[in-house]
């Protein structure tokens, strides 16, 4: 089990990596998933113990990485993730060139929310709805 924070609010993060046992509360939060903008969690201690017990990490990945998840995503599987679901991609791939996950191994991502609570991304191009479009053209 890995638990996965933005880079501007990792108190679970911080306190897996320095052995802790509780999360001190991270002054300052900022990211653009507001869903993990959690900057002291109730269940600390279980968060913790899940990650360790199963043998996970923890992970903290960057908004760019986030963004660039969530449209990578849409672009490539026709997916509207939230950006809180982008940072567990982030951190998937992250996990991947860091040699903890591999490629082939089989793995769930939860996307726990949905994109549409955000600002939807400028559209380049409209389709005609009268007009047969080039699909592959998109």
Known sequence: ?????AS?????VRAYEAGEEHAERWENAATVAAGIRVPRAVGD???LRAVRDSGGRALAVGDPAILQAVDDC????GLLLC???GAT????????RDGLVDP????VLFNCATGLKYPMPEAGTWLDK???GDLGAL
């Open 1 to 5: 089990m890995y638990a996965v924070q």
């Open 8 to 12: 501007g609010c990792a108190p679970i």
């Open 45 to 47: 201690f279980l968060i």
């Open 74 to 77: 849409a672009r490539k599987d």
């Open 130 to 132: 009268d007009a047969v």
């Open 104 to 107: 082939e191994e089989r793995t």
């Open 83 to 85: 950006p809180e679901g």
């Open 89 to 96: 991609l982030a951190a998937y791939r992250q996990a991947m």
